[in-house]
């Protein structure tokens, strides 16, 4: 079974820096694109950066110059660095990953999701 489990939530001052950390472990063969999501009370989860297997990224506008997303495909991790934050970034933040894992008889591809991880930014 696949399981993501991140870390490096909490609380920071506006204008302070976090790293959130995803690994993805079970039988893993391959995984393709990894991204992390937010979803802040009231609102849709919106897609925050993405990065493919080959290190191709992406970025919702409102992080663009401040988030950096990268990967280690060794450890098959996916990390999130977050610069100058601003209160407005206060969410719960989400890891997903398309992952290809061996299910003893069947090579099987599936989308999973973290369990989430709380950030908060106070002004």
């Known amino acids: 079974q696949v399981q993501l489990v991140e870390s490096g939530g909490g609380l920071v001052q506006a204008g302070g820096s976090l790293r959130l950390s995803c690994a993805a472990s079970g039988s893993i063969s391959s995984i393709n694109t990894m991204g992390w999501y937010r979803q802040a009370p009231g609102n849709q989860r919106e897609l925050v950066a993405s990065?493919?297997?080959?290190?191709?990224?992406n970025y919702v506008d409102s992080v663009k110059g401040r988030f950096t997303i990268s990967r280690d495909n060794a450890k098959n991790s996916v990390y999130l660095q977050m610069n100058n934050l601003k209160p407005e970034d206060t969410s719960v933040y989400y890891c997903n990953a398309d992952i290809i894992y061996h299910s003893g008889v069947y090579y099987i591809g599936n989308n999973y999701w973290g369990q989430g991880t709380q950030v908060t930014v106070s002004s």
């Open positions: 990065i493919t297997s080959g290190g191709s990224t």
